[in-house]
C-alpha cells in the first residue's frame, strides 16, 4: 500500500485526537485575510446588515471548526469524518458564506444558471468521492486544496444561484436534484461490498471500525443527514412561495 501523506496529518489514534490541531500558518493567514477583506467589504456596501455579518461569522467559524481543529485530523483516520467535513463544507458553510454576502444574494435572485452549476456540482462531488481521485487527494496537498476549493467553491456558486425570487418549482428543482444524487452517491457507497478507499484500510481500528464498517458510516452521512439543509431550503421556499399570494390578497382586501 503506497504511503499517504495527508494535509491535516497522521491519522490520530482517540487518546491524541484533541491535541491534533491544525495550525498551518498558510491557513491562519488565510482565514484572517478573508475576515479582514469581508470586513472592508462589509463598510462600504449598504447592503452589508447585522443579519449578513453573522451569517457571514457563522460560515467562516464553521470552516474554521472543519480545517483547524482536531476535527481536521480525524479526517486522515475515518472515511466518514471526511465526508461529514464534506457535507458540512458544502451544506452548511457555504450557505451561510452566501446569505453573508450581499452581492452573491443578487446573484442569486437574478441567476438562470442554476440547472448548469448542478450540474457541475454533482460532477465535482461525485469525482473527489471516487476511489481514486480522493486517494490522489490524500497523497498530494495541492490536490488536497483543489478538492477542498472545487467543493466549497462549486457549493457556493449553487447556493448563489438557486433561485429563491422566482416560482417555487425552478427552486425546487436542484434542491431536489442534490438530495436524489446524494443519495443515490451515499447509497453505492453504503451498499459496496468491500472496502473502496485504500488511505483508511490501515487507520480505522484504532477507532473500533473495520474500513467497510467506516464507509458504510460515510455513505449513511452522504446518504441521509446531507439531504436535510437541501429539504429544508425546499421547505423554506414553498413556505414562501404560499405565503406570497396570501400576503397579495390580503393588501388588495385592505385596499
Known amino acids: 500500500m503506497p504511503l499517504y501523506d495527508p494535509y491535516c496529518g497522521p491519522a490520530p ?24 477583506a469581508y470586513a472592508l467589504a462589509a463598510r462600504t456596501s449598504s447592503k452589508t446588515g447585522p443579519r449578513e455579518i453573522i451569517c ?16 481536521c485530523a480525524l479526517t486522515s483516520a475515518l472515511f466518514s469524518a471526511r465526508v461529514a ?28 444558471g442554476h440547472g448548469i452549476v ?13 476511489p481514486a481521485p480522493y486517494a490522489a487527494a490524500l497523497g498530494s496537498h495541492g490536490v488536497f486544496w483543489l478538492m477542498q476549493a472545487s467543493l466549497l467553491g462549486t457549493a457556493i456558486l449553487f447556493w ?17 436534484g442534490n438530495v436524489a444524487q446524494m443519495g443515490l452517491l451515499g447509497a453505492l457507497i453504503t451498499f459496496a461490498p468491500a472496502p473502496l478507499y485504500e488511505p483508511h484500510l490501515g487507520t480505522t481500528a484504532a477507532w473500533h471500525l473495520s474500513p467497510l464498517e467506516d464507509q458504510q458510516v460515510a455513505g449513511l452521512i452522504m446518504w441521509i443527514p446531507a439531504a436535510i439543509p437541501y429539504v429544508l431550503a425546499a421547505l423554506l ?12 390578497r390580503r393588501r388588495e382586501g385592505a385596499a
Open 118 to 130: 448542478f450540474i457541475v456540482q454533482m460532477a465535482t462531488i461525485w469525482i473527489w468521492h471516487a
Open 13 to 36: 489514534v482517540p487518546s491524541e485526537l484533541w491535541t491534533s490541531w491544525n495550525l498551518d500558518p498558510w491557513l491562519i493567514s488565510g482565514m484572517l485575510l478573508s475576515v479582514a
Open 56 to 71: 457571514f461569522t457563522c460560515g467562516w467559524l464553521v470552516l474554521a471548526v472543519l480545517y483547524v481543529s482536531p476535527f
Open 85 to 112: 467535513h464534506h457535507v458540512i463544507t458544502i451544506a452548511i458553510a457555504a450557505p451561510l458564506i452566501v446569505l453573508g454576502c450581499p452581492f452573491l444574494a443578487r446573484s442569486r435572485r437574478t441567476s438562470n
Open 160 to 176: 448563489g444561484t438557486l433561485p429563491l425570487r422566482q416560482a417555487a418549482l425552478p427552486s425546487l428543482l436542484p434542491l431536489l
Open 237 to 248: 421556499i414553498v413556505g414562501a412561495s404560499l405565503d406570497g399570494p396570501s400576503l397579495s
